[in-house]
């Protein structure tokens, strides 16, 4: 019904920068929050960001705080999660989600869709 494409990711520098773009497609009339997960070789899947459907209400990981930024259009259907002061240990697969809800959602089994992933690489 809905199907998400992420963009974005690449190979970084320890202390750049990139933004991840998420476009939805399908069955977008529907109210949708979203959310970025990453994953790294070996580790589970664990969210990064949240947004609410209207943007209101937005939810960092500690680990992430003060650096990343999630943030939508949803005239344009797309999420977006512009990362600076990249780390290495932000070296993942990035994906997007989305939920059948309004509001946040902070774990795996909330969402209803994800996208394909997108490998980020930061170097040290």
């Known amino acids: 019904q809905v199907q998400l494409v992420e963009s974005g990711g690449g190979l970084v520098q320890a202390g750049g920068s990139l933004r991840l773009s998420c476009a939805a497609s399908?069955?977008?009339?529907?109210?949708?929050?979203m959310g970025w997960f990453r994953q790294a070789p070996g580790k589970e899947r664990e969210v990064v960001a949240a947004?609410?459907?209207?943007?209101?209400?937005?939810y960092y990981a500690d680990s992430v705080k003060g650096r990343f930024t999630i943030s939508r259009d949803n005239a344009k259907n797309t999420v977006y999660l512009q990362m600076n002061s990249l780390k290495p240990d932000d070296t993942a697969v990035y994906y997007c989600?989305?939920?059948?809800?309004?509001?946040?959602?902070?774990?795996?089994?909330?969402?209803?869709?994800w996208g394909q992933g997108t490998q980020v690489t930061v170097s040290s």
């Open positions: 399908g069955r977008t009339a529907s109210r949708y929050a």
């Open positions: 947004i609410s459907w209207s943007g209101g209400s937005t």
């Open positions: 989600a989305a939920r059948e809800r309004y509001g946040l959602g902070y774990r795996r089994h909330e969402y209803d869709y």
